[in-house]
């Protein structure tokens, strides 16, 4: 008899992003010719970087001949791309690390969901809420969560709010953790920590054995200078924390697929019966030569691009596109009397929701009134709740007539 994996069935049955679809559908049967605008879902719609689009054409082109044809690569990653990353996006900030430090994958879903493997399933964990529903939801598959309670919360879960009354700035935990999730800039809040609050966090992981898992995946969109790219700016994180970034949001591969882990050698963890510390680097280059067979050489052929003089500066533009919306959106929003947050080092816009009214409620009103499909913001986090996440992914005119309409609205 074949068993399944039972806590699979702890799992809420849908997918946030369905509960929205079946509304705004509904709302579309009922309500046809109107013209929607979608805020919601946080997927970019520039197009890619020319760069990587030619370097893209010159790797296939290299498929075509048997002399430069490339199959199986690396599971860790071709050595081309992962030195442009380091020379790039680290020794610039003083980050020394080595090319065995650096994973390249298919992107940060994938490997923030999948690192928990090379964790015992009883580590307790922590994070901060709202949240990118991958690290708890992944965590509830192996069972280190626990249950869910008539609170949203699940039981073996260590909740950190970040509401506007903290300022987004998450409390250390009260009891030990052995797992922190971290996510800067922030998805769903757009806010950021500065280098000095995630210090804190960086000698709570050391001072407690804990290790942090630090999704940078929008670190590309930070424009004030007292906020880190990357953990490791600060010292010790090399021995307490993984990495993840993406070049999703940075470069518009959400449907390319590509982006990276770091996990430094320094980094160990405990075994429970030897005072054997083991390093993560090799579990995790284990794991990943076991179940992964690389991200394709086209692929990363195209992220290198990135990373040439015109990238650079193809990227910059795209990125300075959709932090415009951002702006426009914040003050427009601001204008119309809303309290809003995020969206200076972040694409989203995480608002208050008027007259203390829940998530969903104000979600149908926006809908219904004035015809702009957000995100609410409960769906991120028992913490989520009264606020709204819109993104600045969109289209400059959406924005723009998304604002006018809620403008005259309120
Ligand atoms: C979009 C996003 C990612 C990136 O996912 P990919 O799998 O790289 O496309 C990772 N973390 C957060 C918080 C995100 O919002």
Known sequence: MALVNEHFLKLPGSYLFSDIAKKVNTFKVTHP?????????????RPLAPACIEAMHRAVDEMSHAETFHGYGPEQGYDFLIEAILKNDFTPRGIALSPSEIFINDGAKSDTGYIGEIL?????????????????????????????????KWSDVTYLPCTAENNFIPQLPDRRVDLIYLCYPNNPTGTTLTKSELKKWVY??????????????????????????SIYEIKGAKRCAIEFRSFSKTAGFTGVRCGYTVVPKELTAATLDSDERVPLNRLWNRRQCTKFNGTSYITQ???????????????????????????IMREGLSAAGFKVYGGVNAPYIWMKTPDGIDSWRFFDQLLYEVNVVGTPG?????????????????????????????????
């Open 33 to 45: 010719g109107t013209n929607l605008i979608r805020l919601g879902i946080g997927d970019v719609t």
């Open 120 to 152: 015992r399933w009883d580590n307790s964990m922590g994070v901060t809420d709202p949240i990118y529903p991958v690290y708890i939801d992944s965590n509830v598959m192996c069972g280190r969560a626990g249950d869910l309670g008539p609170d949203g």
């Open 204 to 229: 709570y992981a050391l001072a407690n054995d804990t290790v942090i898992l630090f999704d940078a995946a929008y670190e590309a969109y930070i424009r004030e200078d007292n906020v880190p790219h």
């Open 301 to 327: 052929r195209g992220a290198e691009a990135i990373y040439t003089p015109e990238g650079k500066a193809q990227v910059k533009a795209t990125i300075d596109y959709y932090m415009e919306n951002a702006r």
């Open 378 to 410: 409960v769906e991120f986090g028992p913490s989520g709740e009264g606020y709204l996440r819109l993104t600045a992914f969109g289209q400059r005119k959406d924005c723009e007539a998304a604002m006018a309409r809620i403008e005259k609205w309120a």
